[in-house]
Nanobody, 126 residues
Framework: QVQLVESGGGLGLPGDSLRLSCAASGRTFSGLTMGWFRQAPGKERDFVAGITWSGVTTYSADSVKGRFTISRDNAKNMVYLQVNRLKPEDTAVYYC???????????????????WGQGTQVTVSS
């Protein structure tokens, strides 16, 4: 089992930056492919960014490419999402997710991920 706890969300103005954090416990973190997803009210949960177990390969959704950056620190069992140049359409609950099988790599379907955090709210409003 893997437990994931997100933090770092909050209220921001358009153009602001936030850093979301996800703390993992319960299993060897370095072997997990990690992802960030988000879900706005009334919408489906969408892939935002993912990172392989080694941190060498990352992938971001087109909607956030160039603004959001995913990274991880395997020594601290942490994964991060740096969120820059916030837009109102970034408002959502952001979820951290982990995939058991490191050989598969980053995928964008929520159903491919085995473990989920409880989410952290990001609200962007002027």
């Amino acid at each position: 089992q893997v437990q994931l706890v997100e933090s770092g969300g909050g209220l921001g103005l358009p153009g602001d930056s936030l850093r979301l954090s996800c703390a993992a416990s319960g299993r060897t973190f370095s072997g997990l492919t990690m992802g960030w997803f988000r879900q706005a009210p009334g919408k489906e949960r969408d892939f935002v960014a993912g990172i392989t177990w080694s941190g060498v390969t990352t992938y971001s959704a087109d909607s956030v490419k160039g603004r959001f950056t995913i990274s991880r620190d395997n020594a601290k069992n942490m994964v991060y999402l740096q969120v820059n140049r916030l837009k109102p359409e970034d408002t959502a609950v952001y979820y951290c997710a982990a995939k058991r099988n490191p050989l598969v790599g980053v995928t964008i379907a929520p159903g491919d991920y085995d473990y989920w955090g409880q989410g952290t709210q990001v609200t962007v409003s002027s």
